[in-house]
């Protein structure tokens, strides 16, 4: 068997962009994956099918409430559970299916199987040993708990099992007020699930801007979301199936119980290390877990180089696929690069919050003397049109120079509109940039522009 220029293992954003890029880069290259099918977490059993339910869910919830004001009178829509867990199964196939597709167009050897690190320069995959001058460690992550919390994925379920429930629950409780807690509860809540979220902060969406946190409770309470704040989640049990979880209030240290048929658990995830041999290697981890790299990625093991979720950094699937790029230019002698400094994060509810760069707080304690543009959605008139008015834009700018150093959307569209801020941002531009540059009409963008506006003499709409 030939010697490999580059082993990567895991199949995931990271790890098949990784791939990819070697492969582009003229470096013979394998990939490993334990899995059946390529993609990893993110197309398997995360942002893909979650995404599907999501969208899904949104349409019901547009018949039920929005379809009769445009004159559409039909029949209330029932939900055939089966028909939508074969329509989510039916979008990660074809996902998979594309990735595969590209290996086999950049000549990737795909090696299935879980693999182990024996020594540098060697991957093992069950008794065979492949040789490699690099390898990539993309494993991801994998969900985490809390202690007497135990998850069975049938009551007490993770963000996987939470995909692929055999029925839809009568009531939900979630432990975590997070991204995967909040979107997968407005899910259930959109499908006539009573939705109780706890957490343990008594802000949900911890690291938000403060004004989004608070905007954003307001909606999903309106939604019919319950939320149960500032509370330390003791244990979860099952009897049958009900499941129970014991929570202590912060403020007054009262005990008290909260019933759901199905509990999700949604307090992080952490890196997916084990099997790896990391130890026989000696190689240096952090006090959580990661994997130590140096600014090219690479580990205390020169030959060795970590991406994504194990190391450092936000757990997101762009920002994995921006260091496989990167990872892939380093071991090829150019320059990869990632700028941390502008990687959006999108929360796929409805509406949709996303957000880039600082926050207020964050530039208050930094001493940075900014000015803040913002701009409600209820003056766009393609949102009051589709029903989609709630939220705003909100743009920070350098008191002096006018430079872009933040922006955070709450309402329609958020996660494709925040990525002509971080173009902005990654390019030096100013608010006045973005204000003097003409947007189409009627569009969502235009929210955009008007923040931009409220930077200078004032947005127009407003």
């Not at 024996?118 to 490699?132: R, Y």
């Not at 007497?148 to 409780?173: F, H, Q």
């Not at 996303?354 to 000015?371: F, H, M, P, W």
């Not at 309402?411 to 902005?424: K, M, Q, S």
């Amino acid at each position: 068997m030939s010697k490999y220029d580059v082993i990567v293992i895991g199949g995931g954003p990271g790890g098949y962009v990784a791939s990819i890029r070697c492969a582009q880069l003229g470096l013979h290259t394998a990939c490993v994956e334990g899995r059946e099918t390529l993609g990893g977490t993110c197309l398997n059993v995360g942002c893909i099918p979650s995404k599907a339910l999501l969208h899904a869910s949104h349409q019901l919830h547009e018949a039920q409430h929005n379809f009769e004001k445009m004159g559409l009178i039909a029949k209330p829509p029932s939900i055939d559970w089966a028909k939508m867990q074969n329509y989510k199964n039916e979008t990660i196939d074809a996902n998979t299916k594309g990735i595969e597709f590209l290996f086999k167009k950049n000549k990737i050897d795909h090696l299935k199987g879980w693999a182990s690190i024996p020594a540098p320069g060697k991957v093992q995959i069950d008794d065979k040993i492949f040789e490699t001058e690099n390898i990539i460690i993309a494993s991801g992550s994998e969900p985490s708990t809390i202690p007497n919390v135990e998850i069975d994925e049938k009551v007490i379920v993770s963000s996987t099992g939470a995909l692929s429930l055999s029925k839809i629950p009568k009531t939900m409780t979630v432990i975590g007020a997070g991204v995967i807690g909040l979107e997968l509860g407005s899910v259930y809540a959109r499908l006539g699930t009573k939705v109780t979220i706890i957490e343990y902060l008594d802000y949900i969406t911890p690291g938000m801007d403060k004004e989004v946190q608070k905007t954003f409770l307001r909606i999903l309470k309106k939604q019919g979301i319950s939320f149960v704040m500032g509370a330390a989640v003791q244990s979860a049990s099952k009897s049958k199936s009900v499941g129970t979880v014991k929570y202590k209030l912060n403020k007054d240290d009262s005990l008290h119980e909260l019933e759901g048929d199905t509990i999700l658990v949604a307090t992080g995830r952490k890196p997916n290390t084990n099997g790896l041999g990391l130890g026989k290697l000696n190689m240096e981890l952090t006090e959580r877990g990661q994997i130590k790299t140096d600014s090219g990625w690479q580990t205390n093991i020169p030959s060795i180089y970590a991406i994504g979720d194990v190391v450092e950094g936000p757990m997101l699937a762009h920002k994995a696929e921006d260091e496989g790029m990167a990872v892939a230019e380093q071991i090829a002698g150019k320059n990869g690069h990632v700028n941390y400094q502008v990687i959006p994060s999108v929360i796929y509810t409805a509406p949709e919050v996303a957000s880039v760069g600082l926050t207020e707080q964050q530039a208050k304690d930094s001493d940075r003397s900014i000015k803040i543009g913002k701009f409600m959605f209820m003056g766009n008139g393609r949102a009051k049109a589709n029903f989609a008015a709630d939220g705003f834009v909100k743009i920070l700018a350098d008191k002096d120079s006018d430079r872009i150093l933040g922006a955070h959307i709450i309402g329609p569209a958020a996660g494709d509109l925040i990525h002509e801020l971080c173009i902005a941002m990654e390019f030096g531009a100013s608010a006045q940039d973005v204000a003097l540059t003409c947007h189409a009409h009627p569009t969502y963008s235009e929210a955009v522009r008007e923040a931009a506006l409220a930077c200078g003499s004032g947005a127009i709409h407003a």
